[in-house]
């Protein structure tokens, strides 16, 4: 059966590729090798490069022609400047990776994981994984080199060894790839080799770069040009303003039994604030009492000094600002780093906002600089200058010790444990760590009077657990607002909220989540504000593309929040509970089926849901069985539970939604809540048409249109319109015949890789 399923996949994959202009010659198992996402950025490739390698063959044949009819060999004119330029180089600067080159080794079979292994580790600055003169290019070679570099890859370079730098030599230039065409054609097999490696391993590769990490913070002070930039514009601009610049705050804070700074500390606070008067700041802030004198005769003292003045324009300093610090990582540095943040967040979640730790004081925003350096050496796969790669794994390991060497309570290095995962293992830097620990340390509940508790869980999401929980039955994920300009399920929700808080219903064996998915879309009155968020789940929201999008950052945190409702926080009892998530959406235009249903499913519908939908007047369900990027999606896949994306008719703005009756909706939601359902009515499911998605349209270009008979169409931007048996639509690139009654509708949109918009239609 699983199989089967696969094969689906399998075969819808391939369909939508050719839909594309895709198409993989090869077998299931070689999606491994090179899967859709990959074949995509192949064909990229192949589109912007292909012409410029069949030219480069032209020419050679133009070359040999030439020779035939007696020219001579000489050098091409088109190069001569570089040839007459000496100090032309390749360079300015070499990856240091790339700067011993003492010996490289050749692996003439990357066929298995133990000959290339063994090359990496012969002791060879390089290893050169050969494809080209001394590779035999059939399709088990070249399936099973690439499978070969992507576990080798994946494994070695997350390891602490000192292998050698794996240097891919892809085929020559005369070579295809016939297992992938592009628009009817062969790939190069040069730019397969390139693309499929590349895919595979540019994290790693990225991460490798020098640049790419920030030194320890010790190593951020006055030293580092964007630092020092950044006071003088601060003293300039506050000067010319006619206003006091103040510098930082000396940390310096009696540590053990002592109450007062040492009279070395003393000097160092006296040199520090010294250093800030002759860059012109008239004063600083100081974290002890003892403290302050050494810092006013910092200050005092300035009038001796020159104070350094900037001349001209001071905005040229903007461009220093942009300067990376440099400096080194050391197993110190980190382990400093980890320490600060372990005892920063555990004295956070205990109620303390600012803590002397080592005789420093660590606020929020020194406690942030530790988290976000540590985020970036994780995700750059840093290795210290001892050698020691700073892993995720590394930090929480080390987080253990430090919460077992200060007797920290299981419970609360729990939540430490919590905390430090969402922070240091998202894929998106977050902003703010308040907005993470906050939750932590914050009820905001409230308890109707007949027991039931809603719980505020985070900005746009309540949790609402009935007062007896043993008997729990349903498990009820309720969205909306998905898209912000979607208001009738917001109205509808809010209401079924207003009923629970002032017990006009009462829950019963039923644990619900309402989820208002994009609540700065719904503020605006907009769809979405960056980009859609209804195309991000399922970890679409990872996308490169993606990464600074606002709805990104919510999607990652609904799937969180969403997966942690039907998982983890699922009450221990013996009784079979059911699991739905009903995501709630209307359309932008009305549509031939004003109320549909489009169910995520794989294998079987359930009879009793389809019912259910029936009931609550919905006319048609739509089962779409390709992957998709939708909230529905992601909690049928990833939680297996029940879900439904219901399309409830026209979208209006607030308390315009007259229009759309959800009566029989809200009483099937009322009925499911507070458990007077009853027996449900299996052959109300009758009443429902059930489309499957045949085919995908997929439109590549601003010229493509939809052509459809106007008969049965009220408008070509309808979210769903029916087609008779037989009827003809055309579009690029053909006339295509309706075999059987069918349905149209747009489910959502893609972004190509050249990030033009495309709409998916599902036939
Ligand atoms: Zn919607």
Partial sequence: MANVVEMDYF???????????????????????????????????????????????????????????????????????IRCDPSWRVQTSIPPALKDRTVDIVCMDATTEQSLIACMTSGANGVQVDFDDGFQCGWQNVRNSHTTLKNVVATRTASETSDAVLLVRPRS??????????????????????????????????????????????????????????????????????????????????????????????????????????????????AHRSAVEACRKAFSNRSDIKVASIDGDI????????????GDITLAGVNSSI????????????????????GVVEDLATAEINRALLWRWIRSHIKT????????????????????????KPVDFTNLER???????????????????????????FEAQLGTLLEWICEGVVRVTPKQLETNRLDFLLSSGIHGNETAPIELMDKILQMISTDQLIPVGCRLLFIYGNPDSIRAGKRFIDVDINRLFNGRH???????????????LLERISLEFFTALKPKSNLVVEQIHYDMHTAIRGSKIEKFAIYPKSNASSPKQLARLAQSDLEAVVIQNEVGRSFSWFTHSKAKVESFTLELGKASPFKQNQEIDLSRLENKLISMIDGSEGCIDLDSANNLQLFKVSREIIKKTDSF???????????????????????????????????????????????HASHEAKDVFNI
């Fill in 11 to 81: 075969s819808s994959f391939k369909k939508q590729l050719e839909s594309e202009g895709i198409d993989y010659v090869a077998n299931q198992i070689d999606f491994d090798v090179a899967p859709v996402d990959c074949l995509r950025f192949l064909a990229e490739l192949h589109r912007v490069f292909g012409t410029e390698r069949v030219s480069l063959l032209d020419e050679r044949v133009r070359r040999s022609a030439f020779l035939v009819a007696g020219g001579v060999l000489t050098l091409p004119q088109d190069t001569e400047s």
């Fill in 173 to 286: 230039l005369n070579l295809s790839e016939f297992h992938v065409l592009v628009d009817g054609a062969p790939v190069s097999g040069s730019l397969f080799d390139f693309g499929v490696h590349m895919f595979h391993s540019v994290k790693s590769t990225i991460a490798n770069k020098e640049c790419d990490a920030f030194p320890e913070r010790s190593q951020l002070g006055l030293n580092q040009e964007f630092l020092l930039a950044y006071y003088k514009l601060l003293v300039a601009i506050a000067h010319q303003r006619g206003i006091a610049a103040t510098g930082g705050m000396s940390p310096l804070f009696p540590s053990g039994a002592a109450t007062e700074l040492s009279p070395e500390e003393l000097e160092s606070v006296y040199k520090g604030k010294l250093a800030e008067a002759e860059l012109g700041f008239d004063g600083a802030l100081v």
């Fill in 315 to 326: 905005w040229h300093y903007h461009k220093s600002l942009l300067a990376i610090p440099k």
């Fill in 339 to 358: 320490t600060v943040l372990v005892l920063y967040i555990l004295k956070w979640l205990k109620g303390v906002g600012a803590t002397a730790i080592n």
């Fill in 385 to 408: 200058k001892e050698g020691v790669l700073i892993s995720f794994q590394y930090v929480l390991k080390s987080a253990r010790e430090i919460a077992m060497s200060n007797n920290v």
């Fill in 419 to 445: 905390v430090i995962s969402i922070l240091l293992h998202s894929h998106s830097f977050i902003d703010f760590m308040p907005t993470i620990m906050y939750p932590f340390v914050t009820t905001i509940q």
């Fill in 542 to 556: 990872s996308d490169q593309e993606y990464s600074g999008c606002l709805e990104s950052k919510r999607a990652e």
């Fill in 705 to 751: 249109k939809l052509n459809l008979d106007l008969n049965y169409v009220n408008s070509i931007r309808c979210p769903v319109f029916q087609l008779p048996c037989g009827s003809k639509r055309c579009y690029d690139p053909g006339l295509y015949t309706c075999p059987k009654p069918g349905l149209i509708c747009p489910l959502g949109h893609v972004v």
